[in-house]
């Protein structure tokens, strides 16, 4: 499928053709061409969806992931070496987060796995793995519902995976569907239950909430994961998001979470944070981080856009990796202080509330009560002044 439009007009051993096109794709070296070698379509699909989001809603701009968020996701997952590896992606795309955690990790060394709704999108996949010394994965590239019908199984059930990178889409119809997700068979998976589908506008369901739960579900036991949510996510007190976050504490398996700057994604100002999630941090030593202040707003076209610095990405990864509390940045928390905080993960409401603390000698106390006094008696006899300016205003109308 990835070479129809080719190889059509080959009548003859017309899968011999297409593995030489493959051979020669290989064998090429794109690196003089593309500075971010490891995923060929980021900078070009960017700029093609760049203007999208004004005609289709920001649908497809909110799912595409800019390559600084994919940047962060695979260096905050990834902080130390690895050996055989699955990585997985449930809603894929084109590969962008697949491409920066596989460079992260080592081409040689994982193996990808993936599923997307979109045929298309699963095609520049494909060649995005060719490109990029992962050939041996293309057999686990798989159009579908993810969530409908997860593909990727073994011998016990549905495949467990080592690091799971997703940009989700929040929001999708799925009215069609979501009636066949409510069996016995996907009770455990989706724990915390289905989303409405709002009555009068059903691409409105929350439908990343769904991908969240599978993800959790999909993860190894030392399985690691990094997901991209909306920033409402990480503070909702009530439904879905609630009993998601409630769940990471209880069963212990929640590394951290970082908000992002607004307008960081193309031609969208959904705030988005990225959830990390570690099957194997028990202990809670957890990293909540606010970096919502840094990046720098430039204009493309109609649309704004914050723009991280390459200073500013490694700041953020840095922090992460080296559990280090930051003033006004970042903190570091257990399990239980996050219970104290009814299961907030927004890393404002962990930072220290700073009374400024000034000496001064009685007499200065008594001449700044006496500057306040003199204040407010002027601002009462102002306001006396003026009402009775009022009322003579009101005394020479005429009422008919």
């Known amino acids: 499928m990835l070479f129809d439009n080719i190889s059509r007009f080959v009548t003859d051993r017309r899968d011999e053709f297409c593995r030489a096109i493959v051979n020669k794709l290989v064998n090429f070296s794109f690196e003089h061409i593309f500075h971010e070698k490891f995923d060929f379509y980021a900078t070009i699909f960017e700029y093609l969806i760049k203007d999208y989001n004004t005609n289709s809603g920001g649908k497809y701009a909110e ?3 800019p390559h600084a968020v994919a940047k962060i996701m695979a260096s905050c997952l990834v902080s130390e070496p690895v050996q055989n590896v699955t990585c997985y992606d449930p809603s894929a795309g084109s590969g962008t987060l697949l ?13 990808i796995y993936s599923q997307d709704i979109s045929q298309k999108s699963s095609n520049l996949l494909r060649l995005n793995l060719i490109l990029n010394n992962l050939v041996h994965s293309i057999p686990n590239v798989v159009t579908g519902n993810t969530l409908l019908n997860p593909h990727h199984r073994d011998k016990n059930g549905p495949k467990k995976f080592d690091f799971i990178v997703s940009n989700p889409p929040f929001k999708l119809d799925f009215s069609d569907f979501v009636n066949n997700l409510k069996s016995d068979e996907n009770h455990t998976r989706f724990f915390a239950g289905l989303p409405n589908v709002p009555k009068t506008k059903p691409e409105g369901m929350a439908i990343y909430l769904c991908f969240i739960q599978h993800i959790m579900y999909s993860l190894s036991d030392r ?12 503070t909702a007190q009530s439904g879905i998001e609630k009993k998601i976050r ?3 504490v209880e069963d212990r398996m929640l590394r951290g979470v970082i908000s992002m700057p607004s ?15 570690d099957k194997t941090n028990t202990k809670g030593d957890i990293v909540l981080m606010d970096a919502s202040r840094l990046g720098q707003t430039v204009k493309e076209g109609k649309n704004q856009k914050t723009v991280l610095s390459r200073e500013e990405e490694t700041r953020i990864i840095r922090t992460f990796n080296d559990h280090v509390a930051v003033e006004d940045f970042s903190v570091v928390v257990s399990y239980d ?6 299961c907030s993960f927004s890393a404002g409401q962990y930072f220290d509330v700073k009374i400024e603390h000034v000496e001064i000698t009685p007499a200065e106390f008594e001449e700044k009560m006496k500057n306040f006094q003199s204040n407010l008696d002027a601002m009462f006899a102002e306001s006396r002044e003026l009402e009775q300016e009022i009322l003579k205003q009101l005394k020479g109308v005429r009422y008919e």
């Open 223 to 234: 399985g690691k994961a990094a997901i991209v949510v909306p920033t409402g996510f990480i």
């Open 99 to 111: 491409m920066n955690l596989a460079h992260a990790i080592g081409e040689n060394k994982c193996t």
């Open 263 to 277: 307008n960081i994604f193309a031609t969208t100002g959904t705030n988005v944070s990225i959830l990390f999630l």
């Open 337 to 342: 202080q996050i219970r104290e905080k009814n």
């Open 246 to 248: 409630e769940r990471l």
């Open 63 to 65: 799912y595409f992931t």
